[in-house]
């Protein structure tokens, strides 16, 4: 499985965007992006997902490089609610599992 | 309904206790996942399930017994447990197998073994 690499921690404030970094040097031309993210106390919950594109939904957005080697997870006006652990996963096309990494620990500032 | 739901929230055993987690979706997904999560560590894979068969088995030990009786429902049960096998169990599921699919996850079961 391809590594992503991720700060620990980073803080936000409320009302204000949020960019997560993500990196993945090693990112094979199948492998998908996957962002979940875990509240306190609560199973993980999926946020986005990409190929190679950038991505939008209800949540965030996905901003993927040109060369595939990083992405970011865009929170576009923080919440309290947003305060989780975000894990950026990698999964290839005929992958059966997901490998968590340690993720980063957002928290947001009221 | 989105939603894959887990029995019991919390769970105390002794070591020499036999009990049973149980892990339910009506989503008409085919794939089905547990996971261990150790406190302040990310969720590791257990066991994969697809089409209700047993599809990884990420080399753990025989005191944790997965069943999948049919497609709606995964069982794991649990016997002889060690103190270091307290955690939250996690239970997920998948339309299918793939890379590319959303893996939607249920609350989790809270373990702890005296």
């Known amino acids: 499985d391809a590594k992503t690499t991720q700060p620990n921690s980073m803080e936000s404030n409320e009302e204000e965007p949020v960019h997560l970094p993500c990196n993945h040097s090693t990112i094979s031309g199948t492998d998908y992006i996957h962002w979940y993210r875990q509240l306190p106390s609560q199973g993980p919950e999926y946020v986005i997902h990409?190929?190679?594109s950038n991505v939008n939904n209800r949540m965030a957005s996905l901003a993927i490089a040109e060369d595939r080697k990083s992405s970011t997870l865009i929170l576009h006006r923080a919440t309290l609610r947003d305060a989780a652990v975000y894990y950026c996963i990698l999964s290839f096309q005929g992958a059966q599992k997901l490998v968590f990494g340690q993720g980063t620990r957002l928290t947001i500032n009221p | 309904d989105t939603e894959v739901t887990q029995t019991p929230k919390h769970l105390v055993m002794g070591m020499t206790n036999k009990k049973s987690l149980k892990c339910e979706q009506h989503m008409g997904h085919r794939a089905m996942y547990w996971y261990k999560q150790k406190a302040k560590k990310p969720p590791e894979l257990m066991f994969v399930?697809?089409?209700?068969?047993?599809?990884i088995n990420e080399s753990v030990p025989s005191r944790f017994s997965p069943e999948c009786p049919n497609s709606s429902l995964l069982n794991l049960h649990l016997h002889a447990l060690q103190p270091e096998d307290s955690a939250l169990y996690l239970c997920?599921?998948?339309?299918?197998?793939?890379?590319?699919?959303?893996?939607?996850f249920g609350p989790g079961t809270r373990l702890l073994v005296l």
């Open positions: 399930y697809s089409y209700e068969k047993l599809s």
């Open positions: 990409g190929l190679t």
């Open positions: 997920a599921s998948s339309p299918t197998l793939g890379g590319w699919e959303t893996q939607y």
